[in-house]
């Protein structure tokens, strides 16, 4: 009881005048800038950044500039030591001079590379050779016991032997052509759709090399992107016994030769990769049909850079929320039609560069958060996914105090959409929260537009994905505000032809980013209420990744 009515009056009063400021304060609302976004993504993509190789010239100037644009947006050097920079462990590798043919049934056949078939090596630290080598069609190059499912078996179901032989196969899984069979993930592509997994299931079982058959649709690009990707220097991480996890020879084929090759077997392709969509399948040696050639190596090793910015939290600086975009593209390579050979990269993903560091510009104006944030510019991406799994790998912060990640692979540039798509949707609470933000700004979320291009297994999310952390891969979808679905699928089919992977992905002063600003201030939004919450976004039930989470559930607690 206040006896002293001076007091309480006084006391009133200042309880009133607390609650007028609670209740006519307003949230912080972020500004985000067009015109940083345009000069960021303009400079960074520029000829002068050479396409931004990884272990280039190009790579010292492009961590230079994120790193100085970090520093002024007022974050911290968030890498070893105090430094704004993780090493990353790399062997570089270039083919040289490499000459293939083909022995189709008696008749020998030189073949052009670049233009019939793609030639590399992963695992090949000297020369390369296959002479007379054989050839055997396992369809889509899949063994997945859990669904029933094994391309290596014969007429009889008894497993094949590929040691030695090269296996051909066609891109994406079954479910492509037939995603009403639902084996596979429907219309969905599984990671066992992907040239990676291709690769890796040739290597577990010894083959010497794996042919992919290319169609534009299944493998959701065009042959320009399958041989502007497997030219010049390739990347992979250090590994101790690289024949593990890929075999001598990775190749892609066109699908025309693959044609010639199954005719000159005495079988016809279309009616075998029809075939190859049943669960009843069997591999068939391609009879009188040789592969020859091979290709010298050239191989070292490099020390690559991610590069990482951190803001502390104030009051929970041991749990983090995760920004990400790989700053990475092609370099310099094969001159398209005009001549350019420079690969500027500028949507993939220089966007995604300018992104991060306009997302902490927006931090460093906003009240400090509870938890701490990083943002990371991963190396390698392009080259299979390197800089982030060598992040998952060596964390410079605990992967199991990582409250959640939001990766930026592209932004926004044809305006306003109705919709979100989440790429890989069904995995987790980020989901549910993200239809929350989406609804505010009268929009709503979706699945992917092209859910069989697998994206949800080719951006640097998937690294830590696989070990539990929940990540985002969410952006504007195609149905635009302006133009509907049609417009917005005709934008992104035009993008995937004519720019995606070639010198043309340039720099525009005609972009509109009405729609990506939409688009980071939900990221932002997600990001920052996270930050300033005790909430761990949670795997659902069904996802694949749960398992890896729960086992650092103690940690969280």
Known sequence: MIKNKTLLITSIASIAFFSANIVNAKPFEPKFSASRLSNDIKEVSSDAYEGRGVGTRAETKTIEFISNGMKKAGLQPGGPNGSWTQDVLLRRFKVI?????INLNGTNRD???GEDITV????ALNDVSFNNAPLVFVGYGISAPERGWNDFKDENGKEIDVKGKIIVVLINDADYYTPQNNTFGGKAMTYYGR????YEEAARRGALGCLIIHETGPASYGWETVKNSNNGNKLDIVRDDPLKSSPKLESWISYSLAQDIFKAAGLDLDAQKKSAQGKDFHAIELKNI???GGFAMQTETITSHNVVGMIKGKTRPDEY???SAHWDHLGIGIPDKTGDNIFNGALDNATGVASIIELARIYKTAPAPQRSVIFVGFTAEESGLLGSEYYATNPVVPLEKTVAGFNIDGINLIGRTKNIEVTGIGQSSLEDDLAKYAK???????????PEAGHFFRSDHFPLVKRGVPMLAAGSGVDL???????????NEAYVKDHYHQPSDEWSPNWNYTGAIEDLMINFKMGYDLANSKKWPKWKPNSEFKAARDKSEDVRK
């Not at 040239?195 to 291709?198: A, F, L, M, Q």
């Not at 505010?440 to 092209?450: F, K, L, M, N, V």
């Not at 302006?482 to 934008?491: D, E, F, L, P, V």
């Open 120 to 123: 590399s090596s992963r695992s």
């Open 195 to 198: 040239w990676t997994y291709k």
């Open 290 to 292: 040789n592969l020859n």
């Open 97 to 101: 001079d490499p000459k293939v043919s």
């Open 111 to 113: 073949l052009k590379v």
């Open 440 to 450: 505010a700004q009268g929009r709503y979320i979706s699945p992917e537009d092209t």
């Open 481 to 491: 505000r302006k133009g509907g679905i049609a417009a917005g699928k005709a934008a």
């Open 321 to 323: 929320v995760l920004y």
